[in-house]
T-cell receptor
Framework: GAVVSQHPSWVICKSGTSVKIECRSL??????MFWYRQFPKQSLMLMAT?????????EQGVEKDKFLINHASLTLSTLTVTSAHPEDSSFYIC???????????????FGPGTRLTVL | AQSVTQPDIHITVSEGASLELRCNYS??????LFWYVQSPGQGLQLLLK??????LVQGIKGFEAEFKRSQSSFNLRKPSVHWSDAAEYFC??????????FGKGTRLSVIA
């Protein structure tokens, strides 16, 4: 099956610093990638949709100036948590759908996640 | 708007017993339905999915799920649970190329 990677798998940073998380589709091109956030023992919540060549679309309540998304190529999207604070500590997961949609074409492949801890 | 309900937050079963995890969805058209499993600190692994056709879907690790349109349900089943099945299970719904909407998850514990 298709593979999506994330880097780093975990990161610890000081409050006030910025952290960049990469999401790569390794064997297919993804014009769209999704970024999710998961708090401990909770479900995944969609943060934003990353679109190659255009601005990301953020879900309601997600600060676009704090969570910067750049979809630099058809295989790479990055999420930068700017001026991180302890409340930003979470598990961040990206996914990339392969195919143009429609029956049998919509399969999303998830990265393994990045655990961010802000001290 | 699409939504997914997993009524059971936590289920405990004995090893070797059968398992059923419930999932109900709300969506206007025929949805694409998924079950994922997440081990502690890990990403998501797709167990199975339903797009169309046969309403009984077979997945990996011996899991299956049945789509019942009349009940808006997509329950996950396994005839005999193994200790390694202990994990968090998420039901999800999507349409076309949209992002997945996840249920809150059901934590499965397996006892000897």
């Amino acid at each position: 099956g298709a593979v999506v990677s994330q880097h780093p798998s975990w990161v610890i940073c000081k409050s006030g610093t910025s952290v960049k998380i990469e999401c790569r589709s390794l064997d297919f091109q993804a014009t769209t990638m999704f970024w999710y956030r998961q708090f401990p023992k909770q479900s995944l919540m969609l943060m934003a949709t990353s679109n190659e060549g255009s601005k990301a679309t953020y879900e309601q309540g997600v600060e676009k100036d704090k969570f910067l998304i750049n979809h630099a190529s058809l295989t790479l999207s990055t999420l930068t948590v700017t001026s991180a604070h302890p409340e930003d500590s979470s598990f961040y997961i990206c996914s990339a759908p392969r195919g143009a949609g429609g029956p049998g074409n919509n399969e999303q492949f998830f990265g393994p996640g990045t655990r961010l801890t802000v001290l | 708007a699409q939504s997914v309900t997993q009524p059971d937050i936590h289920i405990t079963v004995s090893e070797g017993a059968s398992l059923e995890l419930r999932c109900n969805y709300s969506y206007g058209a025929t949805p694409y339905l998924f079950w994922y499993v997440q081990s502690p600190g890990q990403g998501l692994q797709l167990l199975l999915k339903y797009f169309s056709g046969d309403t009984l879907v077979q997945g990996i690790k011996g899991f299956e799920a049945e789509f019942k349109r009349s009940q808006s349900s997509f329950n996950l089943r396994k005839p005999s649970v193994h200790w390694s099945d202990a994990a968090e299970y998420f039901c999800a719904v999507a349409s076309g190329n949209t992002p997945l909407v996840f249920g809150k998850g059901t934590r499965l514990s397996v006892i000897a």
